[in-house]
């Protein structure tokens, strides 16, 4: 579902990071980025390491100010860090769901419910009292998203979320964004891999060296030349073996 309305506006973003070489003296790493997204939209943000796209996401979400430049997000993003394991808090996913509305103040009741909703809403139920750190790379991930819905968050950043997952885990995590679009949340992902998700994409954008070098229709960059941006085209085909080599 896209509505129209814009969730995420940025303006002219900058970030600089002092430079380690004496002959400069800042680093850019987003240099001018505008860009907006819409309510209920799925963005994919693709780049090679080091294009921005990291940094873009801690602007996004709070956890770092832009140097310059306007940055207007309708409401707080959930985030979905690459290593899903580092944002688990509790030993258990029930536990782990629990933290975010008891630092809420809601009531023990209503704590109980929003936890089995939420760990119902990834399909982590059964697994409610199963020890965290014992969870497939792709149920951590599931977890992950457990805890922001239980805060009611309408905007979701994904961090690289095929990091480490095998195929099976792949698909879980695709499962689940598919289900969180059609609810109609707003979802971002950034990634590099781009074969994996620009199907379910219906915005795209490609940063490059700090740059904005592409926005619009997924279909309509995938005639051009992306590898001189650092990311190999996802329709290449593999068709024998000597096709599987990068």
């Not at 030993?91 to 929003?114: F, H, L, S, Y």
Request: aromatic letters at 6%.
């Amino acid at each position: 579902m896209n509505n129209g309305e814009q969730v995420i506006v940025l303006t002219d973003v900058i970030k600089l990071f002092p430079s380690e070489d004496a002959a400069k003296k800042f680093n850019v790493a987003l240099n001018g980025i505008s860009l907006s997204i819409k309510q209920g939209s799925l963005t994919v943000i693709g780049g090679a390491n080091g294009s921005g796209k990291s940094v873009l996401m801690h602007i996004i979400s709070g956890l770092d100010d832009a140097t310059d430049g306007s940055v207007q997000v309708a409401s707080k993003p959930g985030l979905v860090f690459q290593d899903a394991a580092t944002q688990l808090l509790g030993d258990t996913p029930r536990e782990d769901v629990a933290i975010g509305p008891k630092n809420q103040k809601r009531t023990k009741k209503d704590i109980q419910k929003i936890v089995t909703d939420s760990l119902s809403a990834v399909s982590l139920l059964e697994k409610a009292d199963y020890p965290a750190e014992f969870l497939s790379g792709g149920e951590k991930r599931r977890l992950a998203v457990a805890s922001i819905l239980a805060m009611k968050r309408d905007i979701l950043i994904f961090d690289e979320p095929y990091a480490n997952l095998d195929y099976p885990g792949i698909l879980e995590v695709n499962s689940l964004i598919r289900q969180l679009s059609t609810e109609g949340k707003t979802i971002l992902i950034l990634t590099h891999e781009l074969e994996k998700c620009l199907g379910m994409a219906d915005h795209f954008i490609i940063l490059y060296k700090g740059k904005k070098v592409f926005d619009g229709i997924p279909n309509d960059a995938l005639s051009l030349p992306l590898e001189n941006w650092g990311i190999r085209n996802p329709l290449t085909r593999y068709e024998t073996i000597e096709d599987l080599v990068w």
